[in-house]
């Protein structure tokens, strides 16, 4: 088995913190696990984008054909679209306004920062993202995750219930 | 074994090495191996148990002779460099070896010549393998292609170095340094450093040593020939004992890859997709570039083989005197920098099965 996702976005989004908390529950699930992260050489608002590979066995480290591609502004998505694979599925952020030109035909656009606006906290837009891209993931236990992000969270106690909501809200929204 | 973790490459090598009983580090910062020297400095001031000693030297012309001193009184000691130190280094490299000091050096590949760039790259091939510096000598060179596996000879290293008492390198590249990977640690190396008196070492065999070093100042045509007799004896032994590789599906195959480091990891994925569509592929991977597999070829009668490198094609040269030129052995060669896709590697290989 093995899975490629490429999450991207813009600093402050939460990017590499969704995609370290995916590796951490693959990781507990038993696979192998990379996690490449590229920054932007921008002190605020570059781009952070992740390359993961989840395998049984010993593969590839770099993303060629996406299963799951997260894409969280106009410019990640010239930038990355091309390296989403046929068979995979294309997540857009609502905020993107372009048609994709993908090798991926299933595409997803959900209105991320919209729904963390109506539980009360923009910010919490990643953590719906995470509970959408998971959704596609049905090798990773979804109370694994609702774990890690208490882990995450813990010295922030008063956030988790917030945030364990954004995470339900993501895995349960239909698109 | 240790606990399993996720962490960078640069990091758990560095980590590993601390484990392996390395108190010194000697550098100088470069791209893509900078973290390894930050480990060791951070570890300095917040593990005083370790009892690390962390320099940054001014160059790594420096950085290298501080290692020789440090090996010849009986430490374990390493620098990480990249490309532009490590050939900065070669002098260094040359005395050490022919003063047969146990030296680790972990050389971060990237793209050259020159500055080159700072991601992955391969061409340092011909630099680890063929010595680098002047004189008849080698080093033993080590080429993992997880960041696990980097774990583990980034210890094996200190122990391959003290048993033959010759200058070890691992080569690593952009691409593992940066990489963050689900790697269990290794524990703590059993084998004691060496005694803290002077080391040291005319030659690996304990019966031949003598309790100084000369770094500098050999003359004459006897000494000259007694050191490479002695060092020649040495690298037969090496080759004779150390050689390392994996082989994949290669007893079947019509085509088989050769690939080391990250890229191998490429060719893995290649082979799978060329299998799943019906072109029998193998991979042949070498862990030691130096001494080089060539006993991994022996049964590969009849077989087409692609090299896959990172450069404008090094490693090539041993595939085909390994394969005694008896075969045809393809390139596959990128510049670096970034990393090629399986797919890419796969239209390679249904070029070359059609070849007749």
Known sequence: ?175 | MGEKVFMQGNMAMAESAIRAGCKLFFGYPITPSSEVAEYFAKAMFNRPEEEITFIQAETEVSAFNMIAGAVAAGHRAMTATSGPGFSLGQEAMSYMSCADLPAVVLDIMRPGPGDGDIMAGQSDYYQLTRGGGHGDYRNLILAPYTVEEGCRLMQEAFVLAEKYHNPVVVASDGNLAKLRESVELPGRLEVPAPESQYNVLSGFDPAEREKHVYLTGMNGVAEVIMINERLQKKFKAIEENEVRYERYNCEDADIVLVAYGSLARVCISAMKLARAEGIKVGLVRPITLWPYPEKAFADLNGKKFLCCELSAGQMIDDVKLSVENKHDVYLFSRWGSILPSPKEVLADIRKLNEVK
């Not at chain 1, 993908?102 to 953590?127: D, Q, R, W």
Request: charged letters at 20%.
């Open chain 1, 1 to 175: 088995m093995k899975k490629e996702l490429l999450f991207s976005g813009i600093g402050g989004q939460g990017i590499m913190n969704l995609g370290e908390i995916l590796c951490a529950a693959a990781i507990k699930a038993g696979y192998n696990v990379t996690f490449s992260p590229v920054y932007g050489a921008e002190k605020r608002g570059g781009r952070t984008m992740c390359n993961i590979v989840m395998s049984t066995e010993i593969e590839c480290q770099i993303v060629s054909e996406a299963d799951v591609m997260l894409i969280m502004d106009e410019a990640s998505l010239a930038d990355y679209q091309h390296l989403a694979g046929e068979q995979g599925v294309l997540i857009l952020s609502a905020q993107v306004e372009s048609t994709p030109d993908s090798p991926c035909k299933n595409i997803k656009t959900v209105p991320f920062i919209e729904k963390a606006m109506e539980l009360g906290n923009a910010k919490v837009a990643n953590m719906i993202a995470l509970g959408f891209v998971l959704k596609y993931l049905d090798f990773i236990p979804y109370t694994s995750v609702e774990n890690l992000v208490k882990e995450t969270f813990a010295s922030k106690a008063k956030l988790i219930p917030l945030n364990l909501e954004a995470l339900k809200t993501g895995y349960e929204y239909e698109a």
